[in-house]
Protein backbone atom coordinates (compact mmCIF):
# COMPACT_ATOMS: atom_id res chain seq x y z
CA UNK A 1 0.00 0.00 0.00
CA UNK A 2 1.16 3.56 -0.28
CA UNK A 3 2.60 5.16 2.64
CA UNK A 4 2.31 8.37 4.30
CA UNK A 5 5.06 10.40 1.66
CA UNK A 6 2.90 8.95 -1.16
CA UNK A 7 -0.64 9.99 0.13
CA UNK A 8 0.80 13.58 0.91
CA UNK A 9 2.23 13.86 -3.00
CA UNK A 10 -1.29 12.87 -3.84
CA UNK A 11 -2.85 15.44 -1.45
CA UNK A 12 -0.95 18.13 -2.33
CA UNK A 13 -1.72 17.32 -6.11
CA UNK A 14 -5.40 17.16 -5.50
CA UNK A 15 -4.97 20.56 -3.57
CA UNK A 16 -3.79 22.43 -6.86
CA UNK A 17 -6.08 20.81 -9.50
CA UNK A 18 -9.73 19.72 -7.87
CA UNK A 19 -9.95 22.08 -4.52
CA UNK A 20 -12.89 24.33 -4.58
CA UNK A 21 -14.14 22.91 -7.75
CA UNK A 22 -17.87 22.17 -8.17
CA UNK A 23 -19.10 18.29 -8.98
CA UNK A 24 -21.09 18.81 -11.64
CA UNK A 25 -21.67 15.13 -12.66
CA UNK A 26 -20.05 11.28 -11.16
CA UNK A 27 -19.78 8.19 -13.07
CA UNK A 28 -19.06 5.42 -11.45
CA UNK A 29 -17.99 2.71 -13.45
CA UNK A 30 -17.72 -0.47 -11.59
CA UNK A 31 -19.62 -1.54 -7.98
CA UNK A 32 -16.62 -2.03 -6.00
CA UNK A 33 -15.06 1.01 -6.70
CA UNK A 34 -17.91 2.81 -3.95
CA UNK A 35 -18.73 -0.63 -2.21
CA UNK A 36 -17.83 0.98 0.68
CA UNK A 37 -20.43 3.55 0.20
CA UNK A 38 -23.25 1.29 1.76
CA UNK A 39 -26.04 3.13 0.04
CA UNK A 40 -24.54 2.48 -3.63
CA UNK A 41 -23.50 3.98 -6.68
CA UNK A 42 -26.76 5.67 -7.76
CA UNK A 43 -26.81 7.45 -4.11
CA UNK A 44 -22.83 8.23 -4.05
CA UNK A 45 -23.10 10.12 -7.58
CA UNK A 46 -26.62 12.27 -6.01
CA UNK A 47 -24.50 12.91 -2.94
CA UNK A 48 -21.90 14.68 -4.84
CA UNK A 49 -23.80 16.43 -7.42
CA UNK A 50 -23.54 20.21 -7.23
CA UNK A 51 -21.15 20.08 -3.75
CA UNK A 52 -17.91 22.00 -3.87
CA UNK A 53 -15.06 19.76 -3.15
CA UNK A 54 -12.55 21.31 -0.24
CA UNK A 55 -9.31 20.86 0.69
CA UNK A 56 -7.92 17.64 0.31
CA UNK A 57 -6.84 16.70 3.96
CA UNK A 58 -4.46 13.28 5.16
CA UNK A 59 -4.08 11.72 8.52
CA UNK A 60 -1.60 8.87 8.44
CA UNK A 61 -2.45 7.08 4.90
CA UNK A 62 -5.63 7.92 4.40
CA UNK A 63 -6.83 10.61 2.18
CA UNK A 64 -9.76 12.78 2.20
CA UNK A 65 -11.83 15.42 -0.11
CA UNK A 66 -14.28 17.12 2.13
CA UNK A 67 -17.58 18.35 0.60
CA UNK A 68 -17.15 21.83 1.77
CA UNK A 69 -21.38 22.98 2.25
CA UNK A 70 -22.09 19.56 4.48
CA UNK A 71 -20.55 17.87 6.89
CA UNK A 72 -19.52 15.14 5.26
CA UNK A 73 -16.09 14.02 3.05
CA UNK A 74 -15.27 11.73 0.32
CA UNK A 75 -12.70 8.88 1.83
CA UNK A 76 -10.49 7.92 -0.80
CA UNK A 77 -9.30 4.28 -0.42
CA UNK A 78 -6.42 3.80 -2.40
CA UNK A 79 -5.77 -0.11 -1.03
CA UNK A 80 -2.62 -2.00 -3.14
CA UNK A 81 -3.42 0.26 -6.77
CA UNK A 82 -5.31 3.01 -6.58
CA UNK A 83 -5.02 5.78 -8.19
CA UNK A 84 -6.19 9.37 -8.05
CA UNK A 85 -5.53 10.79 -11.54
CA UNK A 86 -6.35 14.64 -12.79
CA UNK A 87 -7.23 14.22 -16.80
CA UNK A 88 -8.36 16.25 -19.73
CA UNK A 89 -11.45 15.71 -20.83
CA UNK A 90 -10.72 14.61 -23.73
CA UNK A 91 -7.60 11.71 -22.56
CA UNK A 92 -8.41 8.22 -23.26
CA UNK A 93 -10.13 5.96 -20.65
CA UNK A 94 -7.81 4.30 -18.66
CA UNK A 95 -7.79 0.39 -19.56
CA UNK A 96 -8.99 0.75 -15.26
CA UNK A 97 -11.09 3.68 -14.33
CA UNK A 98 -13.54 3.12 -12.03
CA UNK A 99 -15.01 6.50 -11.40
CA UNK A 100 -15.14 9.86 -13.12
CA UNK A 101 -15.76 13.37 -11.65
CA UNK A 102 -16.31 16.50 -13.75
CA UNK A 103 -16.80 19.95 -12.78
CA UNK A 104 -18.94 22.39 -13.39
CA UNK A 105 -15.82 25.21 -14.96
CA UNK A 106 -13.98 25.69 -17.67
CA UNK A 107 -10.78 23.98 -16.47
CA UNK A 108 -11.44 21.11 -18.78
CA UNK A 109 -10.22 18.95 -16.50
CA UNK A 110 -11.53 15.71 -15.00
CA UNK A 111 -10.71 13.52 -11.59
CA UNK A 112 -10.56 9.77 -12.11
CA UNK A 113 -10.06 6.90 -9.64
CA UNK A 114 -8.68 4.41 -11.82
CA UNK A 115 -7.34 0.84 -10.13
CA UNK A 116 -6.05 -2.31 -11.33
CA UNK A 117 -7.15 -4.55 -8.77
CA UNK A 118 -10.16 -2.86 -7.08
CA UNK A 119 -9.07 -3.29 -3.52
CA UNK A 120 -9.46 0.46 -3.20
CA UNK A 121 -12.58 2.52 -3.62
CA UNK A 122 -14.29 6.09 -3.10
CA UNK A 123 -16.78 6.42 0.08
CA UNK A 124 -18.57 9.48 1.89
CA UNK A 125 -19.34 9.72 5.50
CA UNK A 126 -20.07 11.74 7.97
CA UNK A 127 -17.40 14.21 9.77
CA UNK A 128 -16.43 14.31 13.09
CA UNK A 129 -16.18 17.42 14.89
CA UNK A 130 -12.02 17.99 14.27
CA UNK A 131 -13.05 16.83 10.67
CA UNK A 132 -12.25 13.12 9.89
CA UNK A 133 -14.30 11.08 8.49
CA UNK A 134 -16.36 9.43 11.01
CA UNK A 135 -14.72 5.99 10.26
CA UNK A 136 -10.85 6.79 10.79
CA UNK A 137 -11.53 8.80 13.57
CA UNK A 138 -9.64 6.08 15.73
CA UNK A 139 -6.50 6.82 13.66
CA UNK A 140 -3.69 8.43 15.77
CA UNK A 141 -1.86 11.45 14.21
CA UNK A 142 1.13 10.97 12.30
CA UNK A 143 4.56 12.16 12.87
CA UNK A 144 4.77 15.11 10.29
CA UNK A 145 1.45 16.38 12.10
CA UNK A 146 2.70 19.68 13.94
CA UNK A 147 -0.10 18.53 16.39
CA UNK A 148 1.75 14.62 16.84
CA UNK A 149 2.92 14.91 20.36
CA UNK A 150 6.29 13.20 21.10
CA UNK A 151 6.06 12.70 24.96
CA UNK A 152 2.21 11.04 24.83
CA UNK A 153 4.00 8.78 21.84
CA UNK A 154 6.48 7.48 24.30
CA UNK A 155 4.47 6.98 26.97
CA UNK A 156 2.09 4.11 24.68
CA UNK A 157 5.07 2.89 23.35
CA UNK A 158 6.14 2.03 27.06
CA UNK A 159 2.94 0.74 27.38
CA UNK A 160 2.49 -1.11 24.18
CA UNK A 161 4.52 -4.63 25.39
CA UNK A 162 5.42 -5.24 22.12
CA UNK A 163 8.63 -4.89 19.82
CA UNK A 164 9.30 -1.97 17.93
CA UNK A 165 7.86 -2.30 14.62
CA UNK A 166 4.71 -3.75 14.97
CA UNK A 167 4.23 -0.90 17.29
CA UNK A 168 5.35 1.61 14.32
CA UNK A 169 3.04 -0.31 12.41
CA UNK A 170 0.01 0.12 14.18
CA UNK A 171 -1.87 2.82 13.25
CA UNK A 172 -3.76 4.10 16.66
CA UNK A 173 -0.24 4.36 17.66
CA UNK A 174 1.49 6.15 15.24
CA UNK A 175 -0.09 6.65 11.61
CA UNK A 176 1.17 6.87 8.49
CA UNK A 177 4.45 4.44 8.81
CA UNK A 178 4.68 1.20 6.69
CA UNK A 179 6.42 -1.48 5.90
CA UNK A 180 9.52 0.36 4.00
CA UNK A 181 9.71 3.05 6.14
CA UNK A 182 9.80 1.46 9.17
CA UNK A 183 12.65 -0.52 8.11
CA UNK A 184 14.88 2.60 6.56
CA UNK A 185 13.59 4.24 10.15
CA UNK A 186 14.86 1.52 11.81
CA UNK A 187 17.97 1.10 10.13
CA UNK A 188 18.79 4.86 10.29
CA UNK A 189 18.25 4.24 14.28
CA UNK A 190 20.51 1.20 14.22
CA UNK A 191 17.43 -0.45 15.76
CA UNK A 192 16.57 -4.10 15.44
CA UNK A 193 12.98 -4.60 14.20
CA UNK A 194 12.07 -6.93 17.38
CA UNK A 195 13.60 -5.17 19.84
CA UNK A 196 10.71 -4.76 23.13
CA UNK A 197 9.42 -1.07 23.46
CA UNK A 198 9.22 -1.25 26.89
CA UNK A 199 13.04 -0.72 27.33
CA UNK A 200 12.48 2.66 25.00
CA UNK A 201 14.22 5.51 26.72
CA UNK A 202 12.76 9.24 26.04
CA UNK A 203 16.17 9.93 24.05
CA UNK A 204 15.74 6.99 22.17
CA UNK A 205 12.24 7.47 21.35
CA UNK A 206 13.22 10.89 19.79
CA UNK A 207 15.97 9.62 18.17
CA UNK A 208 13.86 7.08 16.14
CA UNK A 209 11.02 9.70 15.78
CA UNK A 210 13.87 12.20 14.05
CA UNK A 211 14.80 8.99 11.76
CA UNK A 212 10.70 8.34 10.85
CA UNK A 213 10.77 12.06 9.74
CA UNK A 214 13.97 12.52 8.55
CA UNK A 215 12.68 9.66 5.70
CA UNK A 216 9.89 10.35 5.13
CA UNK A 217 9.99 14.16 4.40
CA UNK A 218 13.45 12.53 2.46
CA UNK A 219 10.49 10.61 0.22
CA UNK A 220 8.30 13.54 -0.36
CA UNK A 221 11.00 15.36 -1.57
CA UNK A 222 11.18 13.34 -4.39
CA UNK A 223 7.97 12.21 -4.75
CA UNK A 224 7.87 9.42 -2.76
CA UNK A 225 8.37 5.31 -3.82
CA UNK A 226 7.18 3.90 -6.34
CA UNK A 227 8.27 0.24 -7.56
CA UNK A 228 6.09 -0.19 -11.04
CA UNK A 229 3.55 2.26 -12.29
CA UNK A 230 0.66 1.11 -9.81
CA UNK A 231 1.67 4.14 -7.93
CA UNK A 232 1.99 7.21 -9.37
CA UNK A 233 1.33 11.31 -8.74
CA UNK A 234 -2.22 12.58 -9.86
CA UNK A 235 -0.30 13.92 -13.42
CA UNK A 236 0.98 10.18 -13.64
CA UNK A 237 4.55 10.87 -12.09
CA UNK A 238 5.91 8.14 -10.38
CA UNK A 239 8.34 8.62 -7.43
CA UNK A 240 11.97 8.32 -6.99
CA UNK A 241 12.63 7.62 -3.89
CA UNK A 242 13.26 3.42 -4.16
CA UNK A 243 16.44 4.96 -5.65
CA UNK A 244 17.65 6.17 -2.48
CA UNK A 245 16.11 3.33 -0.23
CA UNK A 246 19.11 2.07 2.79
CA UNK A 247 17.77 -1.15 3.44
CA UNK A 248 13.95 -2.60 2.31
CA UNK A 249 14.70 -4.68 -1.06
CA UNK A 250 18.58 -4.63 -0.37
CA UNK A 251 18.75 -8.34 0.94
CA UNK A 252 22.41 -9.49 0.56
CA UNK A 253 23.66 -6.07 -0.77
CA UNK A 254 26.69 -4.88 1.64
CA UNK A 255 24.56 -2.41 4.24
CA UNK A 256 25.81 1.51 3.33
CA UNK A 257 27.10 1.81 6.63
CA UNK A 258 29.43 -1.00 7.37
CA UNK A 259 29.35 -3.61 4.44
CA UNK A 260 27.98 -6.13 6.36
CA UNK A 261 25.16 -8.02 4.00
CA UNK A 262 21.29 -7.22 4.28
CA UNK A 263 19.19 -9.71 5.26
CA UNK A 264 15.39 -10.10 5.12
CA UNK A 265 13.57 -11.91 7.70
CA UNK A 266 9.62 -12.97 6.78
CA UNK A 267 7.66 -10.94 9.72
CA UNK A 268 3.78 -11.17 9.45
CA UNK A 269 2.89 -12.02 5.92
CA UNK A 270 5.93 -8.99 4.99
CA UNK A 271 9.73 -8.72 5.43
CA UNK A 272 11.98 -7.35 7.51
CA UNK A 273 15.58 -6.18 5.94
CA UNK A 274 17.81 -4.85 8.29
CA UNK A 275 22.01 -5.15 9.03
CA UNK A 276 22.68 -8.22 11.53
CA UNK A 277 25.73 -5.99 12.60
CA UNK A 278 24.32 -2.81 12.40
CA UNK A 279 21.20 -3.53 14.04
CA UNK A 280 21.99 -6.32 16.12
CA UNK A 281 18.97 -9.10 17.42
CA UNK A 282 18.13 -8.32 20.97
CA UNK A 283 18.86 -11.38 23.53
CA UNK A 284 16.03 -13.69 24.47
CA UNK A 285 16.04 -14.63 28.24
CA UNK A 286 16.09 -18.07 29.08
Known amino acids: M ?7 VVRRGLERWVAH ?5 TEVLHPRAVRRHLAGADDFTHRLKGHRLGTPSRRGKYLWLPLEDTGQSILAHLGMSGQLLVQPHEAAAEKHLRIRIRFADGLGTELRFVDQRTFGGLSLHDNTLDGLPDVIAHIARDPLDPLFDDEAFHQALRRKRSTIKRALLDQSLISGVGNIYADEALWRARIHY ?3 TAGFTRPRTAELLGHVRDVMNAALSVGGTSFDSLYVNVNGESGYFDRSLDAYGREGLPCRRCGTPMRRRPWMNRSSYFCPACQRAPRVSS
Open 2 to 8: PELPEVE
Open 21 to 25: RVVAE
Open 194 to 196: ERP
